[in-house]
Nanobody, 125 residues
Framework: QVQLVESGGGLVQAGGSLRLSCVAS????????MGWFRQPLGKERELVAS????????YYLDSVKGRFTISRDNAKKAVYLQMNSLKPEDTAIYYC??????????????????WGQGTQVAVSS
């Protein structure tokens, strides 16, 4: 089993920035692709960004391209989401997820095996 713990959420004004962090523990010996999802209240969970094991390949949701950046530090077993130019529509619970034993860059929910508990991001107008 792999445990994922997110941090860094909070309340920010539109145009502001936040940096989310996710640290993995447990059976992390395999390679893992990682991703960040979000789920606004009453809506479905959507993939915001993902990154492959080496960090050389990334995926972004169209609405966050140019504003969000996903990165990882395998030595620290961590993945990050830098969010700039935040908009009210970015308000959601953000979840970290891991795609076990994979060299790919995952692009949909079913590819992920482990999930964190989520961290709330609220953007005021």
């Amino acid at each position: 089993q792999v445990q994922l713990v997110e941090s860094g959420g909070g309340l920010v004004q539109a145009g502001g920035s936040l940096r989310l962090s996710c640290v993995a523990s447990g059976r992390t010996g395999s390679t893992y692709a990682m991703g960040w999802f979000r789920q606004p209240l009453g809506k479905e969970r959507e993939l915001v960004a993902s990154i492959n094991w080496s960090g050389g390949s990334t995926y972004y949701l169209d609405s966050v391209k140019g504003r969000f950046t996903i990165s990882r530090d395998n030595a620290k077993k961590a993945v990050y989401l830098q969010m700039n130019s935040l908009k009210p529509e970015d308000t959601a619970i953000y979840y970290c997820a891991a795609d076990r034993g994979s060299e790919r860059t995952p692009t949909f929910l079913g590819e992920f095996d482990y999930w964190g508990q989520g961290t709330q991001v609220a953007v005021s107008s």
